[in-house]
């Protein structure tokens, strides 16, 4: 019985490796009390990427129908861009609303010029860094900001040419749980097994 939750546990470690390896930015926008909350951590390997640009530039805010998640603190200049591939759009309502308090790390998915979407880090971001953001949107509800039926407690997944990822989580419940990310499914239902067997362009 031991061996068996010792192996268990050991493909969970491995998978959730993986899954984290997969899922490398991720932002969850939830509601609360007094408006919308984005929180945004991860890491990119721009090693593996091809650069689109480095003169973007955008303040903290979104436009769920251009598209644009603008984290972090303000971007003045200079921004490197890596092209992504998935949803043109997020939300019902083509409008920037601008985030009412921001800290963090600046990076962005945002619409170029061009028409193709972007994942916008600073200029002197290194490979692989850690990134983590958070921009809160007072008085604002998801409706408000067009995030309404079918942009409700959704997933969106942007793509980038190395296999990477940029999700956007969507959760309209005020205070509700939220969508787990996979790895955290895996590890609660194994650490659950092995008790019962003893994440603009100028």
Do not use: C
Not at 61 to 67: C, D, E, K, Q, S
């Amino acid at each position: 019985m031991k061996t068996s939750v010792v192996f268990l546990l050991a493909i969970g470690l491995v998978t959730l490796s993986s899954l984290q390896a997969s899922a490398d930015i991720v932002v969850t926008a939830s509601q609360e009390a007094t408006g919308i909350r984005f929180l945004g951590s991860g890491t990119l390997n721009t090693d593996s990427l091809m650069l689109g640009g480095s003169d973007f530039y955008f303040e903290q805010g979104v436009n769920t129908a251009f598209p644009a998640i603008n984290m972090g603190d303000i971007l003045t200049s200079n921004g490197r861009g890596y092209e992504v591939t998935g949803p043109t759009a997020f939300g019902a309502t083509n409008a920037f609303f601008a985030a009412t308090n921001h800290f963090g790390n600046s990076f962005s998915l945002i619409k170029g010029d061009n028409g193709k979407l972007y994942t916008v880090v600073q200029n002197n971001y290194s490979s692989g860094t850690a990134l983590s953001s958070n921009i809160f949107i007072g008085g604002a509800n998801m409706a408000g900001i067009g995030i309404t039926a079918p942009f409700q407690n959704k997933t969106f997944t942007w793509n980038f040419t190395n296999g990477e990822t940029f999700k956007l989580i969507t959760q309209e419940a005020l205070g509700g749980p939220g969508v787990p990310e996979p790895g955290s499914m895996l590890v609660s239902m194994l650490l659950v097994g092995g008790f019962m067997s003893n994440i603009r362009r100028r």
